[in-house]
């Protein structure tokens, strides 16, 4: 957890803002589906890498509610959520339901679970929506229906997705052996389908792992991508007005949800440095008016603001089209049309960070 002031992150001391930045490991499978690690397991990773809420996604079912798993475990939120997922493609992940959902038998019709999900107010994403590049099929598990309506938002850059999509056969040794290696981001179509989708509506961006930390038996290699590892690359952090309630881990759950659903959020891999304090909010005359996630219509004046921990290299990207880069740790930048602003960041020539938009709407 982290608390930082607006006004000391815009350069606007009028400004006063103050938000919780808290770090969360999303997409998480364990033994109750095709994952290595116990959830006690999994819970001893997580607070090991000072995260601050994990999300597991096992398939098809909520167990790990049932057998009590969720809720705080010392200072670690643990929530539990599912992935729908049907044979092959269209697998969606599904949080704060109370039933579970299922998608086996439905991949012709997705829109089916995402209906169910929806029914129960509860949160949907699509999940490593982009399958090409892969070394072979079975690993890709694509979104094929864009027809679809009535998702949260995407799955925008998957750990485990980034990694499988850039090894290859004659380099999985070294890419099981330092995985970072290999990891060059989003995938650019998955980009430019979350920046074609905010044309019409929000959409929330999720940073995730699906993590299994699997051993590949008969061949003596590692295990891959364990958890310890894991939980220290990309994450999604939640901005909120208030601390995560210690006392009441229900009231905490809807805290970290509230955040997701509005956007106030934005993705990571903070193994290529720690992200918390990254902010972006709109202004206008002297006051802030939007944060990342936001939509409001356009007047003039407005003002975009964005600060990062550490010296980088910052792009402000509207309609998905890169229009100011700068390098240091804030960037100000007067904005004169409606559009759906949001932000990248790069350190050492890695991607970094990627904000949710900000949507500036046309009055």
Not at 116 to 124: E, K, R, S
Not at 163 to 177: E, G, H, L
Not at 319 to 333: A, C, N, P
């Amino acid at each position: 957890m982290f608390r930082m002031q607006g006004d000391s992150l815009a350069d606007a001391p009028e400004i006063s803002a103050t938000l919780y930045d808290y770090a969360g490991a999303i997409h998480i499978h364990s033994t109750l589906s095709d994952g290595s690690g116990t959830v006690p397991e999994i819970v001893r990773d997580a607070q090991a890498a000072d995260l601050d809420f994990i999300m597991l996604t096992d398939h098809e079912h909520l167990q790990a509610r049932d057998l009590g798993y969720e809720g705080w475990h010392d200072d670690l939120l643990c929530l539990v959520g599912e992935e729908v997922t049907p044979r092959f493609h269209n697998h969606y992940l599904a949080f704060d339901i109370d039933a579970p959902v299922k998608g086996r038998g439905n991949w012709r019709q997705p829109q089916r679970f995402i209906d169910d999900v929806q029914a129960q107010d509860g949160l949907g994403f699509i999940a490593h929506p982009i399958g090409e590049d892969y070394p072979t099929r079975a690993m890709a598990c694509p979104w094929l229906d864009w027809t679809v309506t009535g998702f949260t938002g995407i799955e925008l850059w998957s750990y485990m997705h980034d990694w499988v999509r850039n090894m290859r056969w004659k380099n999985v040794a070294a890419a099981i052996a330092a995985p970072d290696k290999v990891i060059q981001g989003p995938h650019h179509r998955a980009v430019r389908m979350w920046d074609q989708l905010g044309q019409r509506r929000p959409v929330v961006a999720l940073g995730t792992l699906d993590i299994h930390a699997k051993k590949v038996p008969g061949i003596g290699l590692p295990q891959i991508l364990p958890y310890a590892f894991a939980f220290r690359t990309v994450r999604t952090h939640v901005l909120l007005e208030a601390p995560l309630d210690p006392n009441d881990a229900q009231a905490a759950a809807a805290q970290v949800y509230a955040a997701i659903r509005a956007g106030h959020c934005y993705l990571a891999h903070d193994g290529f440095g720690d992200s918390t304090g990254f902010y972006f909010d709109a202004q206008h005359r002297g006051r802030i008016v939007a944060l990342m996630g936001d939509e409001l219509p356009f007047a003039a004046g407005m003002r975009l603001h964005a600060s990062v921990p550490e010296q980088a290299y910052i792009c402000l990207v509207r309609d998905g089209h890169v229009i100011e880069e700068f390098e240091g740790k804030r960037l100000s930048y007067a904005i004169t049309q409606p559009g759906v602003y949001r932000v990248e960041v790069r350190r050492r020539f890695k991607p970094w960070i990627f904000s949710n938009p900000i949507y500036v709407r046309t009055p």
